[in-house]
């Protein structure tokens, strides 16, 4: 199916008037290429799956910058695209078939794949120029969203895929919107990195995915041991109409600043400070003192970081290359005056809290009941309103890798972390070692992030 329209995007959410104009040139639906199965086949969706069943899709913005004249031919670019995302659905085939009900069942659902299915490929050009929406600064979410494709909550569709030609063909972005409930950050990302090897970079492809679902014992049989979680409570914060997303990056240096301030002001019994738990600390203290009472009141906030149960599961470890979805929980609370505290007191307590987070984990392995005890610990967390900050991505799924032909991104955007509240966490692109961070906050909140961010490294350095 292929149409062509020109139309300006509106925030669907907003009576803004449109910021920039998109135009759809093409929408198509690309069937997987071979070894797809010839015959209609479903994954049943398990209990680490049926967590996410209501979550709003994963929607990543990968920028491109691309100089034409030179071999960058943006027709060349898509045809390659499209012909690649097509090998890359020959493997990973249940992306391209639907999330439906278990026929049969009212409270079980699969993934179904059958020869006709394939993913919606959106081509558009979008009057926004590449090094603005790319940049690390604060930029607006609504410039940034007419750059992803459409994809409903629930049953249907799993993903669709959106490339847009940016202002003067300077850039390309590829945007991508999946729903979760069909597999996890690991799973997705390799299917990225396979799809990029298809595209003919000369890098290998990663092994093939595992698709085997019985490889998960799941005594539940894919029935939640609890009442769903509605999108409303997957969303921990409300988008707003001026949305802001920015992105800042801890250098090696950094990191290793924080885990020197963290030993010193703990003394003989430091916290096992990792370079992801300097991290995620910093960015828990810098947003908790970015809020409004981060001073003033009392009680927890809470911090909530997924895990990969692959290499924990029982009675035998599963596959790296498992697909689906196989994350628990590290969460963990921390008095709010703690985390406000001044100088490295702040700091102690903040890593202190994120790495009693994973010594927790290590002992829930993956189980309905667990993941049952992990939707009540979040719904106490949101009834106390101490506020909880998730973590979305991860420096080990090396987005900056993904290079289809025309050179590694110049920017990757997880969106979809301006409806969760959830920081978004990616290798550094810019330092060896180091990691960024993408934060969505409204205006205010996004310059009193800004300044503690950079307030607390410059007082890092003075130590």
């Not at 026929?103 to 590449?130: C, I």
């Not at 950094?254 to 003394?267: E, L, M, N, P, Y």
């Not at 008095?335 to 984990?361: H, I, M």
Request: with cysteine.
């Amino acid at each position: 199916m292929v149409f062509q329209s020109r139309c300006p995007w509106t925030n669907p959410s907003s009576d803004m008037a449109p910021i920039l104009e998109l135009s759809v040139l093409e929408s198509a639906v690309l069937a997987p290429s071979p070894p797809a199965p010839e015959t209609a086949c479903s994954l049943p969706l398990n209990f680490f799956d049926v967590f996410w069943l209501n979550s709003p899709p994963v929607e990543r913005v990968f920028f491109y910058r691309l100089t034409p004249g030179t071999g960058d031919d943006i027709t060349t670019i898509l045809s390659n695209l499209k012909s690649s995302l097509s090998k890359a659905l020959g493997v990973f085939y249940p992306l391209a078939g639907r999330l439906r009900l278990t026929p049969g069942t009212d409270d079980r659902y699969e993934l179904h794949y059958q020869p006709g299915d394939g993913v919606t490929f959106t081509v558009a050009e979008y009057d926004g120029d590449v090094d603005e929406l790319a940049e690390d600064e604060p930029r607006e979410v609504a410039k940034i969203l007419p750059l992803l494709p459409p994809l409903q909550v629930g049953v249907g569709p799993v993903l669709t895929v959106q490339a847009t030609v940016l202002r003067g063909g300077r850039g390309l972005a590829v945007g991508l919107a999946l729903h979760h409930a069909a597999c996890d950050g690991a799973s997705s990302t390799r299917f990225l990195h396979t799809w990029a090897a298809a595209a003919g970079t000369g890098t290998g492809a990663p092994p093939a995915p595992v698709m085997d679902r019985t490889l998960v014992d799941d005594p539940s049989g894919g029935r939640p041991l609890y009442k769903l979680r509605s999108t409303d409570e997957m969303e921990y914060v409300k988008m707003a109409d001026d949305q802001l997303v920015a992105t800042f990056t801890l250098s090696k240096e950094d990191v290793q600043r924080v885990k020197d301030a963290v030993g010193a002001a703990a003394g003989a019994r430091p916290p096992r400070c990792t370079s992801l738990v300097a991290t995620f600390g910093f960015i828990w203290l810098c947003y908790q003192r970015a809020k409004d009472d981060a001073a003033s009141n009392g009680g927890e906030t809470y911090f909530s970081c997924p895990i990969d149960q692959r290499s924990r599961m029982k009675p035998d470890p599963i596959p790296d290359e498992y697909f689906g979805n196989c994350v628990g929980a590290a969460m963990q609370a921390a008095p709010k005056n703690q985390l406000a505290a001044a100088g490295s007191d702040g700091l102690l307590a903040a890593c202190t809290a994120v790495t009693a987070a994973f010594e927790r984990a290590v002992g829930e392995l993956g189980s309905p009941e667990n993941m049952a005890l992990w939707v009540e610990r979040i719904r106490e967390a949101r009834a106390s309103g101490g506020g909880v900050l998730s973590v979305a991505g991860s420096p080990r799924f090396r987005v900056y890798d993904v290079d289809f032909g025309f050179g590694r991104p110049a920017k990757v955007e997880i969106v979809s972390v301006a409806r969760t509240g959830a920081m978004a966490v990616a290798e550094s692109r810019q330092s060896n070692g180091g990691i960024e961070v993408g934060m969505s906050l409204p205006p205010a909140g996004m310059q009193r992030f800004q300044t503690c961010f950079h307030d607390t490294i410059t007082w890092l350095h003075q130590q």
